[in-house]
C-alpha cells in the first residue's frame, strides 16, 4: 500500500506543470502626508494597489515596487527608502499625518518590509523587493498598502527629496513575477 501511494504521489508532481508569467501595473493611488519628527516636518508616501486576479490565483516567485530614481541637481547627499505594511485602512483624499491613523505619521508594521539605499545622484531606478508582504496579502492578511519613508535614524521621513518622490510616484510599477501551477 506505501509503494502505491508514494508512485501516486510521484506522478502528480510529474504530471504538474508550472508556467512562468510576469505582470507590471500603476500603483493604484498614492497620497503624501506631513508632520512633525522630532522637530522637524517629514513626509512619508501611501501607497495602494490591489494585487491583480492572474497574481492572487498563482504561486508569487516575486513582486518589486520599482519607480524612477530621485534626482535632486546641485545635492550629493546619500540615503535610504524603508517600505513598510500599513495596518490601517486609509484613502487619498482624507488621508492626513494625524488621520486615520492611530500613532500621527501612519500605523504600519513595526518591521521593516524592505530597504534600499539610493543617493541624489544615482539614476539608477529605486527598486523594493515586496514579495514578502504580497504573499501575506494574497494569503488573506487585510491590503491596506505601503508607506514609505526614511529610516529613524534619517529622520523618520522625507525632507528635501519629498517632492522629487511625489513625482516619480506618477511612474511606479509594481512588477509581479509568478508561476501558474497546473496539475
Keep these: ?55 492572487q490565483q498563482s504561486r508569487i516567485d516575486c513582486a518589486m515596487l520599482q519607480c524612477p530614481s530621485i534626482l535632486i541637481p546641485d545635492t550629493g547627499f546619500t540615503f535610504a527608502v524603508d517600505a513598510y505594511r500599513v495596518t490601517t485602512p486609509w484613502e487619498r483624499n482624507t488621508a492626513r499625518w494625524d488621520y486615520p491613523w492611530r500613532r500621527p505619521g501612519g500605523d504600519f508594521d513595526s518591521v521593516r518590509a524592505c530597504r534600499f539605499p539610493t543617493a541624489t545622484t544615482d539614476s539608477h531606478p529605486i527598486v523594493l523587493d515586496i514579495t514578502e508582504v504580497v504573499k501575506q496579502w494574497q494569503s488573506g492578511r487585510a491590503n491596506c498598502g505601503l508607506i514609505l519613508k526614511r529610516p529613524d535614524y534619517e529622520g523618520g521621513g522625507f525632507s528635501l527629496e519629498g517632492l522629487p518622490l511625489r513625482q516619480v510616484l506618477d511612474h511606479a510599477r509594481v512588477k509581479f513575477y509568478f508561476s501558474h501551477v497546473q496539475r
Design 1 to 55: 500500500m506505501k509503494v502505491s501511494a508514494t508512485v501516486a504521489v510521484l506522478a502528480g508532481v510529474i504530471l504538474s506543470t508550472a508556467t512562468a508569467d510576469t505582470m507590471s501595473i500603476d500603483i493604484g493611488e498614492y497620497a503624501y502626508i506631513a508632520g512633525p519628527v522630532r522637530g522637524e516636518t517629514r513626509g512619508r508616501a501611501l501607497l495602494a494597489f490591489s494585487l491583480p486576479q492572474a497574481v
